[in-house]
Every structure is written in C-alpha cells, then in structure tokens.
C-alpha cells in the first residue's frame, strides 16, 4: 500500500516492490516518485525454457505466466514507463546494472538526509 512505502521511506530507507505493469501505472498516479526498472528476459522462449527446467509449475500457471509476461513485454515498450530496463540474458550483468542504479539511488538518498 501508498502508506507501507512511506513508512519505510520515513524511516529513509528504499522499498522495493515486484510489481506488474499495471501496479506500476498505478503507482505513476501517486506522489511516491520511485524509480521503476524493469527486468525482462532476452525472449519468451528463453523465459519458457528456465520456468520449465525449474520444474516448480503447473503446466496450466505455466502458461498463465508466459501470457502475462507477453502482456507485460508488449506493454513495458511504452515510452517513459521504466527508468532503465535489464535484459536478463546474463546473470551477473543483470546484477551488476541493477547494482549501479541502486547505489546512485542510496547515494542520492543519503545526500538528501544531509541537506
């Protein structure tokens, strides 16, 4: 909830929410002004293959997840919407970009408390 993010950022800390596409539309309309990255994969099919091989899905929620992430592909191409997009294709990549946002992010956090 909008109150749950500002309590934590009362307390001058990030909250990081996994959100779809339409929480972040949502959020968008709110005064909470966070940063939104998306995460995606390098395609569907690659999704598909790593959600099979963990073997932890029904074939049904399986497909439920592939759609919404099509959905979610499709949508998160709309200009303006994310702040920084990281194609998932190599983990330690991925990491790293999500890393150097979060960083500038905790620095401008930290250089807001002290002014």
Known sequence: SKGAVQAVQARNQICVL???IQGVKNI???DL???YIF???PSIDILEKRLRDRKTETEESLLKRLSAARVDLELS???GLFDLVIIND???KAYSELKEMLLEEIKKTEESRKS
Do not use: F, S
């Open 18 to 20: 996994d959100i779809d």
């Open 77 to 79: 191409k709309e200009p």
């Open 28 to 30: 968008k309309r709110t």
């Open 39 to 41: 995460i995606q994969p």
């Open 90 to 92: 190599d983990l330690e």
């Open 33 to 35: 002004n966070p940063i």
